[in-house]
């Protein structure tokens, strides 16, 4: 009895000693954002007294706090009233990020459930292809991809962004990693009773795999919403340009209006990522199985 309680009490101090460093780094990994939270209700002022010694170039170091202090609202009301230029982007983002989502379930879910459930000829020379596209970096077909929208006369406009990433092979694994898991029995039964295999895919294979679907959704909105490299590729004019191409123009004159805007552009990141969290984490687990 006495060894047991020794046993749990060194369990227990053991748990603590490694629960605070844990929570050591836990808390450098949402400073950021509570950095952020705190400079979007910052005066302008105050701020460049903070980070002067970074955008001036000045001797000493930069500091900051985690509570302002002279608290306003005058960043919040300038990019609410006096920023156009900023709700323009945020619904080219918008009309961005639904496009791109709107072709990866179009096309996307019909591809993974064909992968999945369909023996044909050169099935896994396909899968091994997705594989490879997957693996890619943005850099490697950047050029490629320019040259198709060029000669599609699509340069300079949504559909540039919109169109290469309606095709993304990242959400067609993750879906597919899902209708893999579905009986093969449920679609045999369903043939039995008549059920042709249009029917089968919008009365079985979605509502089965809805946690795949979703969880892609959810992988592919945090991408798309955040996306630079395609749009500074593909876009000239700034009136077309997305919301993340906005907020890396930061300087000393407009630093609270720029952590403000960058506070709001976060929000629909984090609503999306806290709806589909648990969708995400099956994704996530569902991804790493080998198949």
């Not at 009233?81 to 019909?110: C, H, R, Y």
């Amino acid at each position: 009895m006495q060894k047991s309680i020794k046993c749990k009490r060194k369990k227990g101090l053991w748990l603590r000693v490694m629960v605070l460093p844990l929570a050591v780094f836990a808390l450098l990994e949402i400073s950021p954002l509570l950095f952020l939270l705190t400079g979007a209700f910052m005066d302008n002022q105050e701020i460049m007294d903070n980070i002067a010694p970074v955008l001036d170039h000045t001797e000493g170091f930069a500091s900051w706090g985690l509570i302002p202090l002279y608290p306003t609202a005058r960043n919040l009301a300038g990019l609410l009233f006096d920023s156009p230029e900023f709700f323009q982007m945020f619904w080219n983002s918008v009309k961005i990020t639904g496009g791109i989502l709107a072709g990866q379930l179009l096309f996307g879910m019909p591809a993974a459930w064909g992968l999945a459930r369909y023996k044909f000829r050169g099935r896994r020379a396909v899968y091994l292809l997705y594989i490879i596209m997957m693996m890619m970096p943005f850099q490697v077909t950047m050029l490629s991809e320019y040259l198709v929208l060029d000669r599609l006369r699509l340069l300079d406009t949504s559909a540039a962004v919109i169109l290469p990433g309606m095709f993304s092979t990242f959400s067609v694994f993750i879906m597919y990693r899902f209708f893999c898991g579905i009986p093969e029995s449920i679609s045999d039964a369903a043939r039995i009773d008549g059920a042709g295999e249009w029917r089968i895919f919008l009365r079985i294979g979605i509502p089965l795999g809805a946690s795949g679907i979703i969880s892609a959704m959810v992988l592919s909105f945090l991408e798309c919403w955040s996306m630079i490299e395609q749009a500074m590729t593909f876009l000239e004019t700034k009136s077309r340009w997305p919301l993340s191409l906005l907020l890396p123009e930061i300087d000393g004159s407009n630093a609270g209006l720029s952590l403000c805007a960058s506070l709001a552009a976060l929000l629909p990141a984090v609503f999306v990522f806290m709806a589909g969290q648990d969708y995400l984490e099956q994704g996530i687990a569902s991804s790493g199985k080998v198949g």
